[in-house]
C-alpha cells in the first residue's frame, strides 16, 4: 500500500494543506474514481441498461472530472489555490450528481450501493478540504 | 477533418447549446490541449528547463482540465447546466494562467507562443460559451 | 485553427516522425477521440440504448486510450521509440474494435456513421505512423 | 477505504481474471499513478529540475497510460482480451521507463524512492495479471 503522507511530507512543493489533509482528499478521490467506473460499467452491463443509461452517463463524466482532481491536487499549488478550490468545487458538483442517480438504485445493484458510498465520502471530504483552503 | 457540427447535429443529447457554439467550444478545446501540451514538452525538453518548470507544470494542469472539459461538454448535459458551468469556470482559470506563464517566454520559444494564442482563444471562447448557458 | 506543423517544427524534442507525421497523427487523434465520445453519448441517449451498451463501453475505452496516445505522442519520446509504437499498437486495436461495433449501427445512426469514419480513418493513421517508427 | 474486491465481485462483466486479481491490479495502479504524479511535481519544484526534466516528461507519459490502463481494466472486457493485453503491455513498458529513470534518484529524494517502489511493484503486478490472461 503506498505511504501517502509520507509521499506529501517529502515533497516540497505543498498547497495550503497538511500532508495529511492531501493524503485524505487522495484516497478518496481515488477510491471514488474507481468505484464510479466499476458502477457505469455494470450499469451498461446490466439488462436494464437502458433504464441506467442516464446515470452511467454522468459517471462517466464524474470519473473524468475526479480524476483531473487528484491530478491538479497532487501537482500542489503554489501559493494561490483559487484554481484548485475551483476545480473542487466542480469536483464536488460531480459526486453529487452521480450519488443522486446512482443512490437510487442502490438497493437493486451492489455496485451502485459501493458507488453510491464512495461519491458521497468524495464530497464530504471535498467540502472538508474546500475549508482547510479558504481558512 | 472532422465534421464537428454536423456530429452534434445528429445527436439527441444537447446542452442549452448550438450545435455551432458546442463545434466552436470543442475546437478551441482541442487546439488548446494540443498546444499546452506541446509548450510544456518543449520547455521541459530546452536548456532552460529549470527556470521553466512552473510553466510546465501549470500546463500539465491545464491538459487535464481542457480534456475533462472536452469530454464533458461533449457528452451533453440534460436540461441542468450547472456542472458544465463549473467545469468551464474551473477551464476558463486553467487556460489563464498557462496564458500568463508561457505569455513571458512567447519572445524566445515559438511554442510559447502558439500556446500563448491557444489558451487566450480557448479563454475567450469558455467567456463567450458561459455568456450562451446563462442566457 | 492550430498551426499543428509550425508548432512540432518549433520543438527540439521529435520522436523519429517529421513535423508533417506527426500532425497528420495528432489531428486523426483529436478527430477520433471527438467522434467517439460523442457518439457513446448519442448511442446512450437513444431510445434503444440497452442495444447498444456494449458498443458505448467499448466506446469509452477507446476514447481514453486515443487521448492518452495523443499525449504521449505529443510529448516527443526520444531516441527510444518503443514505448510509443506499443501505445499506437493498442490505439490501432481499440480504433478497430470500436469501428467495428459501430459500423453496424451506420445506417441507423449519423453519429455512428462519422464515429465509424473517424476510428478508420485514425487505425489507418496509426498504422501508417508505426511503418514510418520502424522503417 | 474502497471494498475493492466485493465491488467486483457484485459485477456481471468480467474479463478472464477473479475479482481478487483485478482488486490487486487496480490498486498497484492506483498506488503507481499518485507515486508517479507526486514524484514528477516534486522532481519540477526540486533546484535541480533542469537535470531531473526527462525523468519528470517520462512520469507524465506513465500517469496517463496508469490512468488510462486502470480505466479499462475496470470496464471490463468481454471474452476478448487482446485489448487489455495490449494495454497491459504498454503498462508495463511505461512502468519501467519510469522506474528506471527515477531510481537514480532514489538517494537524493524520497519522492523518487516511493516512485520507484511503486512503478516496479506496478510493473510485476502488470506481469502477473498478463499471465493469467494468457494462461
Same mark, same amino acid.
Given at each position: ?7 506529501? #511530507? ?17 484516497? *478518496?478521490?481515488?477510491?471514488? $474514481? #474507481? @468505484?464510479?467506473? *466499476?458502477?457505469? $460499467? ?6 436494464? @441498461?437502458?433504464?441506467? @443509461?442516464? *446515470? *452511467? ?13 487528484? !491530478?491538479?491536487?497532487?501537482?500542489? !499549488? ?10 473542487? #468545487?466542480?469536483?464536488?458538483? $460531480?459526486? #453529487?450528481?452521480? !450519488? ?16 453510491? =458510498? ?12 474546500? =475549508? $482547510?483552503?479558504?481558512?
Amino acid at each position: 500500500m503506498l505511504h501517502t503522507r509520507e509521499l506529501f #511530507e517529502s515533497m516540497t512543493t505543498k498547497p495550503s494543506l497538511s500532508s495529511e489533509q492531501m493524503a485524505t482528499m487522495v484516497e *478518496a478521490l481515488q477510491d471514488c $474514481a #474507481e @468505484a464510479v467506473l *466499476a458502477c457505469s $460499467a455494470g450499469m451498461l452491463a446490466a439488462r436494464d @441498461a437502458g433504464h441506467l @443509461a442516464e *446515470a *452511467a452517463s454522468r459517471d462517466m463524466d464524474c470519473v473524468d472530472v475526479v480524476t483531473t482532481t487528484r !491530478n491538479v491536487l497532487t501537482r500542489g !499549488n503554489g501559493p494561490d489555490s483559487s484554481m484548485l478550490s475551483a476545480q473542487l #468545487e466542480v469536483c464536488l458538483l $460531480a459526486c #453529487e450528481r452521480s !450519488n443522486e442517480l446512482c443512490g437510487r438504485h442502490a438497493e437493486h445493484h451492489t455496485h451502485c450501493r459501493i458507488c453510491s =458510498d464512495a461519491t458521497r465520502h468524495c464530497a464530504d471530504t471535498c467540502r472538508a478540504t474546500l =475549508d $482547510a483552503l479558504h481558512r
